[in-house]
């Protein structure tokens, strides 16, 4: 009579089965990208035509920039986590991804991106741990503004900032705080970094809708801005303090007119008599202004359609593929785990393997 299976090896061989595919898959989707990256050549951008291109160059901001949560740098993308293990277990207390509109410029001109709905290809560049004793690891340095900045700050704003003196991290949100590890992962793209970019060109006016496109998942609406940790931690501080509007015309005043500031409002504000006209911008701060926020329709941008996906990887054309065709040799790995697990759990259920 056989000897029963022990549970333990069934469950490692249909682990190592799901995990092997799994390696598979993510293999065969980087080898598809390295191919779409290799397959297309590289377009200047002071010669773009409509039609999915390959670009490459530096990174700019456009008219806001990100400010990213670990480690509180400026950026157009970020991707952070920060996960506490203990034991067996682990929860991930962070995971948040953001980008937002930029500029790519090369030898001949620079082009606005608009990442909606776009793959990112970035690896860390911040992979820290605490440490058992909860140590803050060096380099961490959590944000404690807003997520948004300018993205193109005045001198004065910049000597500001070096000025400011800025609170350390707090231990209970730097460390594990539980006796377990904390681990600390950022991937960022900020400006001045190299990237590639492949996606359509088109003219910005066919673009279903700017203000969504200028973000990774499109502006927080709804519920989902309830459910933001920032927001919903203001919004019960406000409340705390007795201080919460309780309609938006409290709250903002003409701001919340339908039309104020974008047209025409849809009823006469409300103007404080001690009220005063502010001076005009000069020439040169007017066309500063105007080329930051304004966009000619038919300016051709960069973006996803349903035809050609949008991809941001960071570096150049080589890089990029290089690192999609190292995740292709590691899914063929994983295709070779997979198939051994199989076997295993074959020869098991067939009686070859005892306990």
Known sequence: MAEPIAPQ???VAGGGIVAGLALLARGFSGYGTASRIEDTSTSRIGSLAIGEVLVTGAVETAELSLISPLQSAPCVYYRSRIEDSGGDDTRRVLDEERAIGFHVRDATGTVRVFPA???????ARFDESSGTF???PPGLRLRTGSAIASGRPSREQLIE???TVRPASSPNAASGGSGGDRRYLE???????VVTVVGRVMPFDQLPDPT???QLDGPATGASVLRDPEI???LAAARAAGVLAATPEAAWGNAAIPGFGIGRPAR???LDPRAHALPLSDADEASRVARTFDIPPDGLVLASSGEVPLLIGLGSPDRAADRQERRFLVGLLGAVLAIGSAMALAIMLGGGLGR
């Open 232 to 234: 919903a931690a203001d």
């Open 212 to 214: 969504t496109a200028d």
């Open 134 to 136: 909860g140590a803050t």
């Open 161 to 163: 900032d070096l000025l």
């Open 117 to 123: 709905g776009a793959r990112f290809d970035v690896p």
């Open 187 to 193: 991937a960022r793209i900020e400006p001045g970094d």
């Open 268 to 270: 006469d504000p409300q």
């Open 9 to 11: 090896l069934l469950v």
